[in-house]
């Protein structure tokens, strides 16, 4: 009897003990998935590692970085990643307000221009890209430019010249990206209260002042969110360029994703492009720490 | 009515193409059992081919029936589009995984590979005679500059066309000029024998006709200037110059070299189309074919595009010429073949043989010529086949097929053999961005090219 008690006892402490393990297990499965290809990145890029150059590899410590600061394409191509995310973020932030706005208004059809506004959703980005780069032909084979001549402008040399380059892949970037601010946006509207609206149209405050004094206040925990979500894919966006431009002209359209791609895949100096995956990933990283804390602090400051 | 007649042709030549026209699968088979091998001795192993998405492997996918009833061996096929082939190919020869047995390469692809060991010699499969019936298979048939295009002695800065043979040759292209016939007639304008002459004829094409009067390729990749440019260049210096001297020093910023280049890109700003800084070779192709352009100085092969009314709308008012050439009025232009290798971490070796040389018999290359327009034939007996003669004898008035032929008599691979010429290319497409953008003048821009191939060819242990 007493035999047995022991006997049970043990197995429960057995199970106390493995127990936790095997609920952890997806979740250590998942983190070494995550960690092993990452750690593998970071030590390539301390070695010289080059694909068609195997009897040359050595550990070369901070080699890789050093030579970056003195690479002029890396200056470039940093000042494109942070520009391109400035800029971005703001239009497509600026512009989801405004769609959400409209759309939580009283529209007719609501409901249908609710749905038609996931659809740039549903494809991918490399056909997103594709399509327009198509719809972007320069000459009037182009429909965009075909459109435009019928009101005097154009033709646009939408990928030909450096500046446009760059205003066509944002333009790609924004219609694929702002059906999904807005609708972020869209549902932090409707989960807003409706007390203070009530109360400010009791104290009769116009339109603009409700929704600077109220809405954009309410709102801010929403919108730093998906300017977080934004800010981490527009550092590293990578299909629409190489759908289009890939990196040109003269270089204008590189970021460091495209840069990393071409030491890594073209070039296949592996050690080099993993250094400024690197650099990439621990912007990303800082970059989107900040904008989390900004988070939390909005998020504090909403009443509940 | 001409029409109708070419039409007339075109279905008869479709029905006498067609695989049950041509031969019964057991004629066929017939003539491979002709060749003194075992077709067999590698029955039931698998064979796994890595392949480039192009006119070639098209031809091939639907006669691979054919080759698994004749050997037996169990194949299977991976396809890709150009970038994405090169880069999951690099992955597999460097990790020496044998995941591709027989790989689509060429003869700048095999100086990346054949450093670091990952591709076959194939002169041992050709010798032995339990593999290879050399009397069936006819290696001499093979236009030999194509054939030794694809050797190499493994000397880096020399050696092409020596040493062992990496790769056989299953179609070639060199580079001619395409111009629109009947604008230049229209407006008397002279076919260009020199750069300044194909720049005046570019502006007068473009005063005139209202189109660009050049089109050419321009993306930063992709072989954006190993074509047209390159053979100009070569022909402009009669052949002295090449962009790495014999020290191994980059000589890209060479006098000759920086006047050539400054009057092409200013010819291409003029007369060209506003988006060439991102036209890819098939934009530029597509581009001629529409009638948006005087000229294309590229691939002879596009010819196949251009005379096809279907996909064209300059059919039978393109004319064929050579590439512009120097003050001795010589053309030397640069050439490419697409070439079946095997990896040498490869598992059936005897396979992947039997496969490449059931792919590059005559038989084959025939049926992928006249059924796929695999152009251009890398055997003598293909391209003198009366059937192919027909197909092509009458593009340009016949001047394609004599402006191929006398192409080909001074063709060769433009590079200095070394492992990084797919590095030396985008260098170049950059230094040709910044002057084409007037970023820097062309003496600059190419100097800073020089220094930046030197610093990547030292890196690369190449020069000391």
Redesign the interface.
């Known amino acids: 009897m007493g035999n047995n008690i022991q006997r049970r006892r043990a197995q429960r402490r057995r199970s106390r003990v493995v127990l936790p393990y095997v609920l952890m297990a997806p979740a250590i499965v998942l983190l070494v998935g995550m960690v092993y290809p990452f750690a593998v990145g970071a030590y390539y890029s301390l070695t010289s590692y080059?694909?068609?150059?195997?009897?040359?590899f050595r550990f070369v410590w901070f080699d890789n970085y050093i030579e970056l600061l003195e690479e002029p394409l890396f200056s470039q191509a940093l000042k494109f990643t942070l520009g391109f995310t400035l800029v971005a973020v703001v239009v497509q932030v600026g512009l989801g307000i405004a769609a959400a706005l409209f759309l939580h208004g009283r529209v007719p059809g609501r409901s249908t221009l609710r749905a038609m506004m996931l659809m740039p959703l549903m494809i991918p980005p490399v056909i997103t890209a594709l399509m327009w780069k198509i719809m972007m032909a320069?000459?009037n084979?182009g429909i965009l430019n075909h459109l435009l001549s019928y009101i005097g402008l154009g033709?646009i040399?939408?990928?030909?010249?450096?500046e446009a380059?760059m205003v066509s892949i944002l333009i790609i970037d924004t219609w694929g990206n702002l059906p999904f601010v807005a609708l972020i946006l869209l549902g932090g509207l409707q989960a807003l209260p409706t007390e203070p609206y009530e109360a400010a149209r009791v104290d009769g405050a116009g339109a603009w002042d409700i929704f600077r004094f109220i809405t954009l206040p309410l709102l801010a925990p929403f919108i730093v969110l998906v300017a977080t979500f934004r800010t981490m894919d527009s550092l590293r966006i990578f299909d629409v360029i190489y759908a289009?431009?890939?990196?040109?002209?003269?270089?204008a359209t590189t970021n460091l994703h495209i840069m990393a791609y071409?030491y890594s895949?073209?070039?296949?100096q592996l050690g080099r492009g993993m250094a400024q995956g690197m650099v990439l990933l621990l912007l990303v990283v800082v970059i989107s720490y900040l904008l989390m804390r900004m988070w939390d602090r909005a998020a504090e400051r909403t009443p509940k | 009515m001409r029409l109708h007649r070419r039409s007339f042709m075109g279905l008869m030549l479709a029905m006498s193409t067609t695989p049950r026209a041509f031969a019964q699968s057991d004629d066929s088979l017939a003539y491979f059992r002709r060749a003194k091998i075992n077709w067999r001795q590698a029955e039931g192993q698998p064979l796994a081919l890595g392949m480039n998405k192009h006119p070639f492997t098209e031809s091939l996918l639907p006669l691979i029936p054919e080759f698994k009833e004749l050997t037996g061996i169990n194949l299977d096929y991976l396809i890709l589009p150009e970038n994405e082939y090169f880069t999951r190919l690099a992955a597999d020869l460097s990790q020496k995984q044998g995941e591709f047995s027989v790989i689509m390469t060429g003869p700048m692809r095999n100086w990346q590979y054949v450093t670091p060991g990952w591709i076959d010699e194939l002169d041992p499969f050709l010798k032995d005679p339990k593999l290879t019936d050399p009397a069936w298979y006819k290696l001499d048939d093979f236009i030999p500059g194509l054939l030794s295009a694809n050797r190499w002695s493994g000397k880096i800065g020399a050696g092409v066309g020596e040493g062992p043979l990496y790769s056989i040759p299953v179609m070639a292209e060199g580079y001619i000029l395409h111009y629109r016939k009947d604008i230049f007639d229209q407006y008397n304008i002279k076919v260009p024998t020199t750069i300044d002459e194909m720049a005046e004829a570019a502006r007068l094409v473009k005063k005139h006709a209202g189109i660009a009067g050049i089109v050419a390729r321009g993306t930063p990749n992709v072989a954006a200037l190993a074509t047209g440019y390159i053979s100009g260049l070569k022909s402009y210096t009669g052949g002295e110059w090449s962009e790495i001297d014999s020290n191994m020093r980059a000589n890209l910023h060479d006098p000759q070299a920086v006047k050539y280049t400054e009057t092409y890109i200013d010819m291409i700003r003029e007369s060209g189309p506003p988006n060439w800084a991102n036209l890819q070779w098939y934009d530029a192709m597509e581009s001629f074919a529409a009638g948006q352009a005087g000229m294309l100085g590229d691939a002879d092969i596009f010819a196949a595009t251009f005379e096809d009314p279907k996909r064209s709308k300059v059919a039978g008012k393109v004319g064929y010429a050579l590439i512009p050439g120097g003050s001795g009025g010589k053309t030397i232009a640069g050439l490419w073949t697409w070439a079946l290798g095997i990896n040498k971490a490869a598992k059936n070796k005897t396979a992947a043989w039997l496969f490449i040389q059931w792919a590059t018999s005559q038989r084959t290359l025939l049926r992928a010529t006249l059924n796929y327009r695999n152009l251009n034939p890398t055997r003598t007996s293909v391209t003198t086949d009366p059937r192919v003669k027909e197909m092509i004898g009458s593009w340009g008035g016949g001047s394609y097929v004599e402006t191929t032929k006398k192409n080909f008599e001074t063709a060769r691979i433009a590079w200095v053999p070394q492992p990084e010429r797919t590095r030396l290319r985008d260098i170049r497409a950059r230094a040709h961005h910044a002057i084409y953008f007037k970023r820097m003048s062309a003496a600059d821009a190419l100097k800073k090219a020089s220094a930046d191939l030197d610093r990547v060819l030292k890196d690369a242990g190449i020069r000391p």
């Open positions: 080059w694909l068609q150059y195997p009897q040359r320069s000459t084979a033709p040399n939408w990928f030909g010249a450096t380059a289009t431009t890939v990196g040109g002209p003269n270089d071409q895949f073209q070039w296949y």
